[in-house]
């Protein structure tokens, strides 16, 4: 009973869960392992969560804890090149910017790049997001305005370059 309970929920949060994870990384290898870290830690824990009143503010905790923890290994610091997703996204018009904002999004800072997926991905509030990353709002409005910043500078030029080609 437990485990069709976890199934069914697992099954309905995959694809955001998923999304949410490339998001945070930037690569759908990276997002697929910690979709299941994610999941296999939750199911051991399943009896408990699944009491919680908001159990998708819990997995998205996890999921972040796991892309932070990722990012220690020494493996982790090799820098990849810049290289288009593997899927694209077909709610997005143009695929032009839309590659451009996910390699902006990868310039990002780690914990700018996470406020950014928590607030306008997930549609977190502020106070939400600030629970998630476990810091005040404060921060969370400061990294987001910073981000949205850096986002703002560096997109222009570079929607301007891939428009001419």
């Not at 939750?42 to 905790?61: G, H, M, N």
């Not at 493996?75 to 032009?96: F, G, H, V």
Request: glycine share 2%; aromatic share 6%.
């Amino acid at each position: 009973m437990e485990s069709d309970a976890f199934q069914d929920y697992a099954r309905s949060r995959l694809d955001r869960l998923r999304r949410t994870a490339y998001l945070l990384c930037g690569n759908w290898h990276t997002a697929d392992d910690l979709t299941s870290i994610v999941l296999s830690k939750l199911y051991r824990k399943w009896r408990r969560i699944s009491t919680l009143d908001e159990p998708d503010a819990y997995v998205r905790k996890m999921l972040l804890r796991a892309w932070l923890d990722e990012l220690r290994r020494p493996w982790r610091r090799e820098r990849a090149t810049a290289t288009p997703p593997d899927r694209p996204d077909e709610s997005a018009a143009d695929p032009t910017e839309r590659m451009a904002l996910l390699s902006l999004l990868n310039e990002l800072p780690p914990r700018r790049r996470a406020v950014i997926v928590l607030r306008y991905f997930n549609d977190l509030s502020v106070e939400d997001t600030a629970e998630a990353l476990g810091c005040s709002t404060g921060t969370v409005k400061s990294q987001t305005a910073r981000a949205l910043d850096s986002l703002r500078e560096r997109l222009s030029p570079r929607l301007a370059a891939a428009r001419k080609c």
